[in-house]
C-alpha cells in the first residue's frame, strides 16, 4: 500500500484464508471486484503461513477454525516475521474467548461472516490503515480484557527488563493516551487536527521506542501507566 508516483496509492494487498472453498473464493472475489489486489489465498494453517511469507500481503483475512494449525497460530506465527502486517479475523465464532485469543495473538480486528460484504470491505480498509476494527459489541469487550490485563502484577517485570523509561514526545503521549481510550486513527486525527498519516507514524515511532511489537501491547502499556484515565 505504497504511494506511487502520481501520488495515488496502490491498491490494498489482501490474502484470504478459509478452509471452505465456496466461501474463500466468494470472499476473494468480492474483494478483488472492489479494487482491492487479492495476492494469495490458503485453506490451511501450514498453507497460509507459507503462501503469507511470499505474497506479503498488507492484510490477512483469517478464518480461525483451521486444519494442520488453528488460525490463532498462524496469526502468532506471521505477525511475529512482519510486525507490519494486519490481519482481520473472519469467524462464525462470536465466543469471547476466541475474541480474546484472537486479539492476543496479534489481530488487528475481529469481524463475524454474518457480515454484510460492505461492512467486510470497510473493515479491510480500516484494517489496512491500523484501526482495530470489531462487530458491534466486541469492542468493549477487548477494551475490558485489556484493563484487565493492565491491573495483573505481572506487567511490572517487563519495565524492570528495560531500565531508564523510552522519552516520548509530547504529542506521541497525546495518541498514545488518545489509542488508550479505544479511539481509532480517524477519530484521534480528527480530535488533535492532524493527518491520518501522521498519527500512524506517531503510533509506529511509539511502538519502536516502547520496543513493542503491535497495538494491543501499545493499549496494554497505556492503560498500565493510567494514561486513558487522564
Not at 87 to 102: P, Q
Not at 134 to 147: D, I, K, N, S
Not at 167 to 175: D, I, M
Request: net charge negative; charged share 25%; with cysteine.
Amino acid at each position: 500500500m505504497t504511494d506511487t508516483a502520481s501520488g495515488q496509492q496502490d491498491p490494498i494487498k489482501v490474502m484470504v484464508v478459509d478452509d471452505h472453498p465456496m466461501w474463500r473464493d466468494a470472499v476473494a472475489r468480492d474483494l478483488a471486484e472492489s479494487g482491492l489486489d487479492v495476492v494469495a489465498t490458503a485453506g490451511d494453517g501450514d498453507q497460509a503461513v507459507r503462501r503469507a511469507k511470499a505474497a506479503a500481503p498488507d492484510v490477512l483475512v483469517l478464518d480461525l477454525n483451521l486444519p494442520a494449525k488453528p488460525g490463532v497460530q498462524v496469526c502468532k506465527e506471521l505477525v511475529a516475521h512482519n510486525p507490519a502486517l494486519r490481519v482481520l479475523v473472519l469467524s462464525a465464532s462470536g465466543e469471547h474467548a476466541d475474541v480474546l485469543e484472537a486479539v492476543k495473538s496479534g489481530a488487528t480486528g475481529y469481524l463475524l461472516k454474518s457480515a454484510s460484504t460492505e461492512e467486510l470491505l470497510d473493515a479491510v480498509r480500516r484494517t489496512a490503515v491500523g484501526d482495530p476494527v470489531f462487530t458491534p459489541g466486541l469492542a468493549g469487550l477487548v477494551l475490558g480484557e485489556y484493563r484487565r490485563l493492565a491491573s495483573e502484577p505481572a506487567s511490572a517485570a517487563s519495565d524492570a527488563d528495560q531500565p531508564g523509561a523510552p522519552q516520548l514526545t509530547e504529542r506521541e503521549t497525546e495518541v498514545l493516551r488518545l489509542v488508550a481510550k479505544g479511539l481509532s486513527y480517524k477519530q484521534i486525527a480528527e480530535r488533535l487536527v492532524i493527518s491520518h498519516r501522521t498519527v500512524q507514524n506517531h503510533v509506529q515511532n511509539t511502538l519502536g521506542k516502547l520496543q513493542l511489537h503491535n497495538r494491543v501491547e501499545l493499549v496494554r502499556y497505556a492503560i498500565e501507566r493510567g494514561l486513558d484515565d487522564e
